[in-house]
Every structure is written in structure tokens, then in C-alpha cells.
């Protein structure tokens, strides 16, 4: 076993060290893109247990009986990419927890959940959503570290913080699990926090005028469509600007 994984580390290796001059086309980039991949995710088979992926410590589920759930999006697990150790593994099964901010799979056997090192971690894909680790200190205007939601990464871009706290209740009150979304525009390497239209208009008066008439015109509403909204104005903003 020791001799095959080291075989595919090595082959792996050498033909990542070809020069790119061997993609002479668009078509050929692609065919040799996905032969790496496919390379990559034949030698995480063969090693097994020892991918870095499956060295996380052991999750346990909070067994309190409470309305909703404490994941990304459902109560059970999602597809997507984990960027992990500078490797990607995708098509994995996986949890995003939004309380904790943890990745949670299962380990190799299928028989137990592990939780991922945020450190090892720096981005990943599911259901279709980008979510990037980024730093407050190394990042202008962030209150904490954190993963982010990618929403829209031209410029501006914006991003959002997904967050989940378990309130416990109170007599009659059911304990249950509240999301909170907090959105920051992206501008010039600083992120502003964004809270309804005023905040955003506030931060692109050069163009106050035609994003109101933006507004207006494709009845975008800010209070029940918050998210959507931002996204959209911003998108427009970054096509007048750029």
C-alpha cells in the first residue's frame, strides 16, 4: 500500500511540474484539469484513513429537544468541495454548522462525525455557496474571523456572516434555534457593514440617483427581500462604475 500511495504522490507530482505549454488549447487545459482531479481523487482512495480530511476531532450532536436546526440550510447534509490542507475534495457530503462555524463530516469508516480544523479549512462550496475563511486582522473592517458567504465577488463585492444561536426558552416559550445574517460590501479592500437600503446608498452616493431609479424600477425591496436586494443593487453599482 505504502509503495502504490507513494507511485500516485509521484505522478501526481510530475504532472503537475508540466510545463504550460502542454495546454494548447482551451480543450486540452480542460482534459488535463480533469485528469488531475481524477489522479488526486484516486490517490485520497488508495491512502484512505490517512488523508488529512479524516484527521478532525470527533463531533457529537446537542441532543436538546429545540425548534430548527443548528446547520447551513437543512437538517441534514449538503454536497459540496472542501478546500482543506491546499487540497480540494469534492463531491463530499457535509454539514456547515452556524453555531459552532465548524465543517462536519463523517470519517472514513461512515461510522462517526469529525469536525474540521477552521484553520486547515480556508474555503468551501455547498449547495452552490462559496464560503471563504477570512481574518479580521487581515482584513480591513471585519469585526471576526470567520467563514464568509460570497455573495457577489466583482467589485464591490459583497459578503455575508451566517450565524445561529440556540435561545434557550422560558415556560411556555419553546427553546429554538435563530439565524442571524450580517452583509459587508467589499469596496476598495475595506468591508463595510450594510444593514437595508439606506446604509448601502449612504456607501455609493456617486451613484445615489440612478440606484434609486435602479431601486424603483425593479420594485426591489429591502425589508422583505433584504438579501437579494443588496446583491442586486451592488451588482448594478459595480456595472456603472466598471
Known amino acids: 500500500m505504502k509503495f502504490i500511495c507513494l507511485a500516485f504522490a509521484g505522478f501526481i507530482f510530475q504532472l503537475s511540474g508540466i510545463s504550460p505549454l502542454y495546454a494548447q488549447s482551451p480543450a486540452d487545459s480542460l482534459v488535463y484539469k480533469e485528469s488531475i482531479s481524477e489522479l488526486h481523487r484516486i490517490y485520497i482512495d488508495e491512502i484512505g484513513d490517512n488523508a488529512q480530511i479524516y484527521h478532525g476531532s470527533e463531533y457529537i450532536r446537542n441532543g436538546e429537544k429545540a425548534i430548527g436546526f443548528p446547520y447551513f440550510e437543512m437538517d441534514s447534509m449538503l454536497t459540496g468541495t472542501i478546500y482543506y490542507q491546499g487540497n480540494d475534495y469534492p463531491d463530499r457530503q457535509f454539514f456547515y454548522n452556524l453555531v459552532s462555524g465548524d465543517i462536519v463530516i463523517y470519517n472514513y469508516a461512515h461510522n ?11 474555503s468551501f462550496i455547498i449547495d452552490n455557496h462559496i464560503f471563504l475563511q477570512l481574518s479580521a486582522k487581515n482584513s480591513n473592517g471585519l469585526p471576526s474571523d470567520g467563514y464568509y458567504e460570497r455573495l457577489y465577488g466583482g ?28 452583509y459587508f460590501v467589499k469596496y476598495k479592500n475595506v468591508f463595510y457593514p450594510v444593514d437595508g437600503k439606506n446604509s448601502l446608498l449612504d456607501l455609493f452616493k456617486d451613484e445615489q440617483d440612478a440606484l434609486k ?14 438579501e437579494s436586494s443588496l446583491v442586486l443593487t451592488t451588482i448594478y453599482y459595480s456595472r456603472l462604475k466598471y
Not at 462517526?112 to 480556508?122: E, V, Y
Not at 459583497?158 to 435563530?178: D, P
Not at 435602479?214 to 427581500?225: A, S
Request: charged share 25%; hydrophobic share 35%; glycine share 6%.
Open 155 to 182: 467589485e464591490p463585492g459583497i459578503y455575508v456572516s451566517r450565524t445561529k444561536n440556540l435561545v434557550v426558552g422560558m415556560g411556555s416559550v419553546e427553546t429554538k434555534y435563530i439565524q442571524y445574517d450580517n
Open 213 to 226: 431609479k435602479y431601486i424603483r424600477t425593479n420594485r426591489l425591496n429591502f425589508k422583505k427581500n433584504l
Open 112 to 122: 462517526a462525525l469529525i469536525t474540521l480544523s477552521p484553520l486547515k479549512a480556508d
